[in-house]
């Protein structure tokens, strides 16, 4: 069964940082494709940034986000800096078999983690 739990979120202060980590199991990580999704409150899920097997990513915003993985821990992570109050969304960490912007090219999801960023 495959899980995927994300941890990290909570309230940060605009400006501010997060690190937000997804722990991987129940699949072979290192073959997946791995992402960062959030959906706004009202809002239609997005890609944050994405990273496949070998590293490669796809980052719209690589001023303010990164995006890696460790793939003997089965984790990925996510920082975030420079926080603004449009980033308030669940997070959601996403695997799947290959790279990719859209949400359905996903296969398994995490339950999501909360990001509130408050003036």
């Known amino acids: 069964q495959v899980q995927l739990v994300e941890s990290g979120g909570g309230l940060v202060q605009a400006g501010g940082s997060l690190r937000l980590s997804c722990a991987a199991s129940g699949l072979t990580f290192s073959r997946y494709a791995m992402a960062w999704f959030r959906q706004p409150p009202g809002k239609e899920r997005e890609i944050v940034a994405a990273?496949?097997?070998?590293?490669g990513t796809y980052n719209p915003d690589p001023g303010r986000f990164t995006i890696s993985r460790d793939n003997a821990k089965n984790t990925v992570y996510l920082e975030m800096i420079s926080l603004k109050l449009e980033d308030t969304a669940v997070y959601y960490c996403?695997?799947?078999?290959?790279?990719?912007?859209?949400?359905?090219?996903?296969?398994?999801w995490g339950q999501g983690t909360q990001v509130t960023v408050a003036s």
């Open positions: 996403a695997a799947g078999p290959g790279m990719s912007r859209v949400p359905v090219a996903f296969n398994f």
């Open positions: 990273i496949d097997w070998n590293a």
